[in-house]
């Protein structure tokens, strides 16, 4: 391993982070405070739309300027001074809104399907839709969480279209196999899926197989 190598394995890791107007700000809420805990550095954008759903669906509410909204989802989160960074919605000089900035995956959590819709047809009206479109012509990994129900043949198609462009999308539908005691139980079950696609260590939920693989280990030490 080269010297330049085992200085970026050993740096924290870059998310970009938006938040759109669909339901489910709990989902985008915890899995920010989850990258958070694991170090990472973390861009955020967060659309009109949004702000709307969080107050309504949370006891959390951002405040309208970039540096306030800033400041209040680092109390939130607990993030170290420069951990958590909100930008604009016309900030085109953020890091997301090109590809000669920083190589990071974006997750778009909850997706609504507007932002479906502008991004499976390029669209780069804000710095969410631009940060996408950059996601999608650099090939970085972009994870859409969207939340809706049911969905229509136009969402299905542009849910289509994400994924043959590389987009992962992961509608925010959670499984009972865990047995969940509660409702975060349920947003912790699509968050420890977005943390395992994003290759960052969880322990919201057991993988599958692991207990019985675990005690297939146990056997053979015995």
Request: charged share 20%.
């Amino acid at each position: 391993m080269t010297e330049t190598t085992a200085q970026q394995s050993s740096s924290p890791r870059t998310i970009n982070l938006a938040f759109t107007g669909a339901s489910g700000a709990q989902y985008g809420l915890r899995l920010l405070q989850c990258l958070v805990a694991a170090g990472c550095t973390v861009n955020v954008m967060v659309s009109r739309a949004a702000q709307v759903v969080m107050a309504t669906e949370t006891d959390l509410k951002l405040p309208g300027s970039p540096p306030a909204m800033q400041a209040t989802l680092a109390g939130f989160t607990g993030a170290a001074p420069g951990q958590l960074l909100v930008f604009g919605r016309e900030d085109w000089f953020a890091p997301p809104a090109s590809g000669s900035g920083e190589k990071a995956p974006l997750v778009v959590c909850p997706c609504s399907t507007g932002t479906l819709s502008a991004l499976a047809t390029g669209a780069s009206n804000n710095l969410i839709e631009r940060a996408g479109d950059v996601a999608l012509k650099e090939r970085r990994q972009l994870i859409l969480v969207p939340r809706e129900a049911p969905y229509s043949e136009v969402h299905l198609d542009n849910m289509l279209k994400l994924t043959r462009m590389g987009a992962v999308i992961m509608p925010a539908s959670p499984g009972f196999y865990h047995n969940p005691q509660s409702v975060n139980d349920l947003v912790d079950f699509i968050v420890a899926r977005i943390l395992d696609h994003l290759d960052l260590p969880q322990d919201l939920m057991p993988r599958w197989g692991e207990e019985r693989a675990d005690g297939k280990r146990d056997d053979q030490r015995q």
